[in-house]
């Protein structure tokens, strides 16, 4: 069955640059979406169409697509931003929607 | 903006069915996609299925020979029924809408509105 890989966790101080990797077989035919996830609450979609930024979220969240990868960055990573990140695209006939196995991110 | 609402038995018995509803605010239920997604406890996001205007449903190919998802149009809600539930079907369970975009002669599919989910205990 087809999947989404993302790394289990990436940590960073504050200030810095985090980027989370979503891999697919699929990708270069799909675009990705991403979500922002904080402990005991709803997901949130924080990019859209691989690199499109929703309103209401920080310039600071960006995205970007090369070949079966694609990628989440957040420039000057904030305390409020260690939350859970998840990918989700789908597969390549569009038929069924899948998620990434999730990125903890850890603001250090 | 929509708004969404989960409701149904927090405790469901194995072998039974679970029942959940999604009221929609907001909005009206005959535009858009109408998804399901559920979280395990200390786990990650699972796509349970969607239903979109005319009633077309998709479902994740692991479940759907176990759940159905219909549309109640003059309530605003739209449901889900998960059949023959054991202890693996325990999870927070989200309702949410989005859209699709045509890209490279197929579709994608998101979800920018969600429900605060709802805990389903799947035990004896």
């Known amino acids: 069955s087809y999947e989404l890989t993302q790394p289990p966790s990436v940590s960073v101080s504050p200030g810095q640059t985090a980027r989370i990797t979503c891999s697919g077989d699929a990708l270069p035919k799909q675009y990705v979406y991403w979500y922002q996830q904080k402990p005991g609450q709803a997901p949130v979609l924080v990019i859209y169409k691989d690199s499109e930024r929703p309103s209401g979220i920080p310039e600071r969240f960006s995205g970007s697509s090369s070949g079966t990868t694609v990628t989440l960055t957040i420039s000057g990573v904030q305390a409020e931003d260690e939350a859970d990140y998840y990918c989700?695209?789908?597969?390549?006939?569009?038929?069924?929607?899948?998620f990434g196995g999730g990125t903890k991110l850890t603001v250090l | 903006q929509v708004q969404l609402q989960e409701s149904g038995p927090g405790l469901v018995k194995p072998s039974e069915t679970l029942s959940l509803t999604c009221t929609v605010s907001g909005g009206s239920i005959s535009s858009y996609y109408w998804s399901w997604i559920r979280q395990p406890p200390g786990q990650g996001l699972e796509w349970i299925g969607f239903?979109?205007?005319?009633?077309?449903?998709n479902y994740n190919p692991s479940l759907k020979s176990r759940v159905t998802i219909s549309v109640d149009t003059s309530k605003n809600q739209f449901s889900l029924k998960m059949r023959s539930v054991t202890a693996a079907d325990t999870a927070v369970y989200y309702c949410?809408?989005?859209?699709?975009?045509?890209?490279?002669?197929?579709?994608?599919?998101?979800?920018?509105?969600w429900g605060k989910g709802t805990t389903v205990t799947v035990s004896s």
């Open positions: 239903i979109y205007y005319g009633g077309i449903t």
């Open positions: 989700q695209s789908a597969d390549s006939s569009g038929t069924y929607v899948i």
């Open positions: 949410a809408s989005g859209g699709n975009y045509y890209v490279s002669g197929t579709y994608s599919y998101y979800m920018d509105v």
